[in-house]
């Protein structure tokens, strides 16, 4: 099984934001659509980054309330690691329990055409068995 199969039943909706929205702004995002991780997108549209619910608390726990006044370029993840609609579904599992991580930007040809998460993964792995 593929990612492909998973995106055609969750849909390709991605919550994105632009570098230089503040950590306020990204957990306001986060909270009012209940969501665990927003992707961060540069000029054309490319994956520049990501941050999530746990990169949050890291940086409130280390800066405190100044923290939220930051712009998210300044504590997003960088270094994102991506799959394509081709990767295999295993694959996936093991990439995210290696890298202890819970979502996945999908890229196809340098473009965000959706993102998959831990659950979305968890879900179709019950529904196969």
Known sequence: MIIANI????GR????????????????RLAQRKIGAIVIVGSGGAVAGIISERDLIRVIAQRGVQALNMAVS??????VIVCTEATPVD??????????????????EGALVGI???G???KHHIAEV
Request: hydrophobic share 40%.
């Open 74 to 79: 300044d504590v997003m993840t960088r270094d």
């Open 13 to 28: 909706s991605v919550s994105t934001a632009r570098p230089d929205d503040t950590v306020q702004e990204i957990a306001n």
């Open 91 to 108: 694959e996936i599992m093991e990439t995210m329990t290696n890298g202890r991580f819970r979502h996945l930007p999908v890229v196809e």
């Open 116 to 118: 998959v998460s831990i």
């Open 7 to 10: 995106l055609k039943v969750k």
């Open 120 to 122: 979305d993964i968890v």
